[in-house]
């Protein structure tokens, strides 16, 4: 939020600090100050030019030739702009001035026309970005004054980042109040009194009981001039404000918003039809706002409406057909208070983020409507006339947030602000915040303003008061404190270990959002139940993800679109899997990674070849081995929605799941939009990466015995069923088996395979024998021949 101090100091009982240190203490109160910025650039040689004359340029249909009275003389001008015209008053920049961009006014010649100087528009002197015309300035705006001084430019403004708990700091009013508490300063104001009505017209309202809508406080205005435009200094406010002026009534609206924090909004009285109901939106039920899309709402949605339609998303932005249009002269002005969580995420819903939205969604001062209303009507009937009917309130008291009661204690304040602040300044600063303070009693009993929703808890108050005394203030005290040694245990590897093996070996670890589009959901995991937010921060990050994949997919595309040949990422973090049974939430700690592109790096010792599932499964496996117990882990093959039939495999370890690796499914690639096929894996962290304890072996003193099988067997028997019939027929002497070779071709009938085995056997006592060998052997080979059909090949 912007913020002018030309508009501060209005509300200052004083002087303000200088930018910098009033920027400094905001930030330190818990206000932080992103920026510190003059209005408007210097602009040395533009002053004030009143057009004397305008003629029709000699030599040029779309130029006109102006003499300009600048105060002092007059001169002659070739100017281009459509609405120059005697009489008018427009920012002049005389020979030798600098605008913005560096541009230097010099002397010129115009198609044969002399030209000493330049009309200009706000464009070209950074004040906005209306280009299309002359800057008008006011008549009464002095003929030759600076235009810096007769637009009241020497100002600065603050740029103001605020935590989503100080809604009450979204205004001028807010910032002040801010001020005045750090300063000591009374907070002033404009002066404001009562407008009253001259006529007795009023326009019927109903709230509907516990739909969201408490207070609704709104005033019939008749005989608006529809061409009458706010006054330049408040078009100038809004400027700075980053608000663009649009009409009288639109720019009164926005600038009540923004001085008291109090939206609002102006019906074009000729649109409603009997009356206004606010009311819950019909299923189904269509509205088309000021943005011009059709949305679709709910029952969850608050609607204001008419007897016929909906005109507007409460608290959010109104109705296309009801605003405010060129030929208005009849309104309705609305001032409510909605409840905060009748409006929180109605708008990001349909993508509508707005001013207002944002402060209905923290929380509006629900005392607050008629000094908005009373305000809006001043500005109203002083730039566009009109007769004002009665201020009209429309009021569930019922629903009124209660006034709450929070308890303080002022001791515990000292001790966990670590600052020595005594009873008496703790009471001022409180009181300075617009709060009650009840000193009866050890423990005080202190009412919020109306306009902080945040107070609710002694901690708050406490935070209060360390902010407001200033949290540079607060004295640095070193606190013995224990500093146990957490256990270090051997039963699991630590995640980080486990990216240090993926970084070494080629990949890259991403980080990525945990929220996901719906529709990704939907294809890395159909059909599976998920966790929808409430209150997204965008309909594109609605649901919680079940995988990692989407996120390093994204990455992905986003690399291959800028040209990167080999892509190797991984990820830490938590997967959100939603029981289909009961609907409990189970977060799962996982490490998932995804590689593309070829295979190694271009180089010339090694020929081009694209990654495969095997070069994945080698990394996969490196992991496993830190284990101490990959002899547990078996890749089984799989089905899986998002990955490729035929190239996916289950992750096992005993009788448990432990992940999944594979290729990705060609509809997925497509709908990704990925150039080159990538294969991605996940192991679920408190299952592939628990390990064994390291433990003593001997070791054997004897030689080992190498025998080597060449088996024929089926194409469909996997080769780790054999190396498991291997184990259990061989004992506790087999040491390893290594395959060595997989034939298929000449010699070998289709539909099956050769696959060599070498045998190591050593036993720790002795030394085998060749009787004991061969015993062992035929024990393998029988075992091989009764479970998995395999038979020696001869040949």
Not at 20 to 47: H, N, Q, S
Not at 354 to 374: K, Y
Request: charged share 25%.
């Amino acid at each position: 939020m912007r913020i002018s101090l030309q508009w501060l100091g209005e509300w200052s009982g004083g002087p303000l600090p200088a930018p910098r240190d009033l920027a400094a203490r905001l930030t330190m109160a818990g206000l932080e100050i992103e920026g510190v910025e003059a209005a408007a650039p210097p602009l040395p040689g533009v002053i004030v030019g009143e057009i004397v004359e305008r003629v029709q340029h000699p030599n040029a249909d779309t130029l006109s030739v102006c003499q300009v009275n600048t105060g002092a003389e007059t001169v002659q001008i070739v100017c281009g702009a459509p609405n120059a015209r005697a009489g008018m008053k427009a920012p002049l920049a005389t020979v030798g001035a600098k605008l913005p961009g560096g541009m230097e006014i010099k002397r010129a010649r115009l198609r044969g026309v002399e030209s000493f100087g330049m009309l200009c528009s706000g464009r070209e002197l950074g004040l906005s970005e209306e280009s299309s015309g002359l800057l008008e300035l006011p008549a009464e705006t002095p003929t030759g004054a600076a235009v810096i001084d007769a637009l009241g430019l020497d100002d600065t403004v603050l740029e103001v980042n605020l935590t989503p708990n100080r809604g009450d700091c979204m205004s001028v009013l807010g910032i002040a109040r801010e001020v005045a508490a750090l300063t000591g300063q009374a907070l002033t104001g404009p002066t404001q009194t009562a407008v009253p009505a001259a006529s007795s017209e009023t326009f019927p309202v109903e709230l509907t009981a516990g739909a969201g809508c408490v207070r609704f406080v709104s005033r019939v205005i008749r005989g608006l001039n529809p061409l009458a435009k706010s006054p330049a200094w408040m078009q100038e406010r809004l400027r700075r404000a980053g608000l663009r002026p649009i009409s009288a009534a639109v720019d009164v609206t926005n600038y009540v918003m923004l001085e008291l924090g109090q939206p609002m909004h102006a019906y074009d009285l000729r649109e409603l039809a009997g009356g206004i109901v606010v009311r819950r939106a019909r299923a189904g039920e269509t509205l088309k706002p000021l943005d011009g899309r059709e949305v679709a709402m709910d029952e969850t949605v608050l609607v204001i409406a008419d007897r016929d339609k909906a005109l507007g998303l409460a608290g959010v932005m109104g109705g296309d057909h009801s605003g405010i249009g060129d030929d208005t002269t009849d309104v309705l002005l609305e001032v409510a208070f909605f409840r905060p969580e009748s409006i929180a995420g109605r708008g990001r819903r349909y993508g509508l983020v707005t001013d207002a939205s944002q402060r209905f969604e923290r929380g509006v001062d629900p005392t607050l409507q008629e000094r908005a209303i009373e305000r809006a009507t001043a500005l109203l009937c002083a730039c566009a006339g009109g007769t004002p009917g009665p201020t009209q309130l429309a009021e569930l008291t019922a629903e009124l947030p209660p006034a709450a009661l929070v308890p303080l204690r002022p001791e515990r304040a000292r001790r966990v602000i670590g600052a020595d602040i005594d009873d008496a300044t703790i009471a001022s600063m409180l009181t300075g915040l617009g709060m009650k303070v009840d000193h009866s009693g050890s423990a005080w009993r202190v009412t919020p303003p109306t306009w902080r929703f945040d107070i609710a808890i002694e901690e708050d108050l406490i935070e209060e008061i360390a902010r407001t005394h200033g949290f540079d203030r607060i004295p640095e005290t070193v606190q013995p404190a224990r500093q146990p040694i957490p256990a270090v245990t051997e039963t699991r590897i630590d995640g980080d270990a486990v990216a240090d093996m993926l970084v070494q070996r080629g990949y890259f670890e991403a980080i990525t959002y945990s929220f996901i589009e719906p529709g990704q959901h939907d294809l890395f995991a159909p059909g599976a139940p998920s966790l929808t937010l409430s209150n997204p921060i965008s309909a594109e990050l609605a649901t919680m993800r079940a995988s990692l994949w989407p996120g390093l997919a994204a990455a992905l595309a986003s690399n291959q679109r800028r040209q990167q040949p080999r892509v190797r990422l991984f990820e830490l973090g938590r997967k959100f899997i939603v029981a289909p049974a009961d609907g409990a939430l189970h977060e799962v700690p996982v490490i998932a990674g995804i590689a593309a592109g070829s295979a190694v790096p271009e180089q010339w010792g090694a020929p081009r070849a694209a990654v495969d599932f095997f070069d994945v499964r080698a990394d996969v496996e490196a992991l496993l081995r830190a284990t101490g117990a990959s002899s547990q882990f078996r890749f089984v093959p799989g089905q899986h929605a998002a990955l490729h039939p035929g190239q996916t495999a289950e992750i096992r370890r005993g009788g448990a799941h432990a992940g999944w690796i594979g290729r990705l499914h060609p509809d997925v690639e497509r709908r990704l939009d990925l150039t080159y096929s990538a294969i991605v894996f996940e192991l679920e962290l408190a299952v592939a990466m628990a390990a064994s304890v390291p433990h003593f072996q001997e070791v054997s003193r004897f030689p080992a015995v190498r025998r080597d099988l060449a088996l024929v067997v089926e194409e469909a028997v996997p080769v780790q069923k054999l190396l498991d019939c291997v184990q259990r027929a061989a004992g506790a002497v087999l040491r390893e088996t290594t395959v060595f070779d997989i034939y298929r071709g000449a010699g070998i009938e289709n539909g099956r395979k050769s696959v060599a085995i070498g045998l190591n056997l050593q036993d720790v006592s002795r030394t085998l024998t060749d009787e004991e060998t061969d015993a062992i052997v035929a024990r393998v080979v029988s075992d091989l021949e009764r479970e998995c059909s395999a038979t020696i090949r001869d040949r």
